[in-house]
């Protein structure tokens, strides 16, 4: 927006237009291109301060970027109260405080990068573009150090290259508003001409997306944290500021305490070395403080989610050493829920790897998002250390068991099937595999669903995927003639295939008898889940339930 407003005022001087005309008409295009992109919070600061800019000069006062800020924040808080907890809000006012206050405190405090030379030759003019080199990251380093806790609550990670790639991308931005301004504008009057100047844009932008897919291919190119906490970014900011007040007040100190009595010179050079040594003290708590958000949080709890993905299943569990599993990933009425629900949530806790992922069945509402996971491998970094699944009877095998087969053998670093009594001991946890057999045959995909007992210190959780009567049976005789390995009764049952009336027996309550029930379901779903029948049978001994078309997303802790 300031380089079409400045443009067009400028275009407006060279045509002889009176001063205040041109201030008018900019202010008319600021505010119609304000309307044209909607008004976003972000448009709407700019037009505020770029109207601002506008109206100092049409008036004769000087604009002071800090003031202007404060104004336009004031004015959309007031107009959309919500604002100032959204996450553009944010970003936006924080980047402007980043140019307007730490960059200035980082070129001139901390780096003294004043141009306070003229370069007639060639030395002093690699001196000037070094300089302009060391400001331009100064000014990313600056927004990206400033930001920094805000992208990391809404967003969980970080770009790593950012202060590289926009040395690369800013410089180009101003060509490329031109440029199209140009094009749009002589497109109007004779279009090949308009398409012509468009494909300096189009190659720019060629460029852009390029060098982006480059980055992206470097190792670590972004950092998963994990949401910050509040206090965390609290300290983050406390402490910046009082560095930047601290050094100045230092300098002012150490400036009058001088003593010139010992020649100009010598009090100049003291002086420098001073000021010199608490820059490098300075910038090295930065870079320490920078570090300090990137450290993720940490969290020694047996935790178990149960996602809120719609029509289908996805649980999450992080065990007490850091370790992670995911059983099933699907959804059947939501779209990309790899993409916008699981990949989110685990870097929400700073999770990229999962260590263990356990596919009961292949019906999509439970592998739809695996199968994002591992297609997105290369963009979210989410990866996939072993992938187990059951291996049924052959006849039971469709295209998207093999389909997901061939993905986790490609992506994972190691493929197992999973049978009867299989277990994974892994510190206070075992996970016992109760169901199926290797090559079993049932009368359905759901029926061969794998179900797995977890025992965790004094509480116990049976997951039972789409488990149907002729599955419920088999899973049923082994817990009733095994009570070494599996506990009596259950802490926590998940109600098999999103709480049918044709799964989960008066029998299979009788013997599991769980304290708490959990019912993975879509709201308002097609297939009336959870059917009235179960829900009765649920009630009539006394379990808690909890559904995640009502409740959302189901948290449990150890």
Request: charged share 20%; hydrophobic share 45%; net charge neutral.
């Amino acid at each position: 927006m300031t380089v079409l407003c400045m443009a067009f005022n400028k275009l407006l001087t060279l045509l002889k237009v009176p001063d205040k005309l041109s201030i008018t008409l900019t202010v008319l295009l600021l505010f119609l291109y304000g309307i044209m992109t909607g008004f976003g919070i972000s448009t709407n600061r700019a037009v505020i301060m770029m109207g601002i800019a506008l109206f100092a000069g049409f008036v004769g006062r000087s604009y002071d970027m800090l003031s202007a800020t404060a104004v336009s924040a004031v004015i959309i808080v007031i107009l959309k109260p919500m604002a100032l907890f959204s996450c553009s809000f944010l970003l936006s006012y924080g980047a402007i405080i980043a140019i307007a206050y730490f960059y200035p405190f980082l070129r001139d405090d901390i780096f003294a990068c004043r141009n306070d030379f003229k370069y007639n030759n060639k030395e002093r003019l690699v001196q000037h573009i070094k300089k302009e080199i060391i400001k331009s990251m100064l000014v990313s380093f600056s927004i990206q150090f400033f930001t920094l806790p805000v992208i990391l609550y809404y967003f969980f990670q970080t770009p790593s290259y950012s202060i590289v790639l926009n040395l690369l991308i800013v410089p180009l931005s101003t060509f490329l508003v031109i440029i199209s301004a140009l094009g749009g504008l002589l497109g109007i009057v004779f279009l090949p001409l308009g398409k012509f100047m468009l494909g300096g844009a189009y190659f720019i932008l060629k460029f852009y997306d390029g060098v982006c897919e480059l980055f992206n291919k470097l190792p670590m190119h972004h950092i998963v944290t994990g949401r910050p906490g509040i206090i965390k970014i609290f300290i983050f900011y406390l402490v910046s500021f009082t560095l930047i007040f601290a050094v100045k007040y230092l300098k002012d100190y150490i400036y009058i305490k001088k003593d010139f009595d010992a020649g100009f010179s010598s009090v100049l050079l003291s002086f420098s070395a001073e000021i010199s040594k608490i820059s490098h003290y300075t910038f090295f708590l930065f870079m320490v403080l920078y570090v300090f958000m990137l450290i993720p949080p940490q969290n020694d709890r047996f935790n178990i989610c149960f996602l809120d993905v719609g029509q289908g299943d996805c649980i999450i569990i992080k065990n007490d050493n850091g370790k992670v599993y995911m059983i099933d990933g699907g959804s059947s009425d939501k779209d990309s829920v790899g993409k916008y629900i699981i990949t989110p949530y685990l870097k929400y806790y700073g999770i990229e790897k999962i260590d263990y992922c356990i596919m009961t069945h292949s019906d999509s509402d439970h592998i739809s998002g695996i199968i994002e996971i591992f297609e997105q491998k290369n963009a979210d970094r989410i990866t996939i250390d072993n992938f187990l699944l059951p291996n049924p009877d052959n006849e039971l095998k469709d295209e998207a068991y093999y389909q997901i087969l061939r993905l986790a053998k490609n992506n994972c670093n190691k493929v197992r099937y999973v049978k009867t009594y299989d277990k994974i001991i892994d510190g206070d946890m075992t996970m016992t595999c109760v169901h199926p057999d290797n090559g079993c045959k049932t009368d359905s995909a759901n029926a061969y669903s794998a179900v797995l007992s977890i025992v965790h210190k004094n509480n116990s959780i049976l997951l039972t995927g789409d488990l149907e009567k002729d599955g419920e049976d088999k899973v049923l005789d082994i817990l009733n003639s095994d009570f070494e390995n599996f506990p009596q009764k259950y802490t926590l049952l998940k109600a098999a295939h999103h709480g049918s009336k044709n799964s989960t027996t008066e029998a299979f309550l009788r013997r599991t008898m769980p304290e708490k029930t959990i019912i993975s379901c879509g709201k308002n779903n097609r297939y009336g889940h959870p059917h009235s029948e179960l829900l009765k049978k649920l009630e009539y001994i006394e379990t808690k339930i909890y559904r995640t078309d009502v409740e959302g997303a189901l948290n449990f802790e150890d």
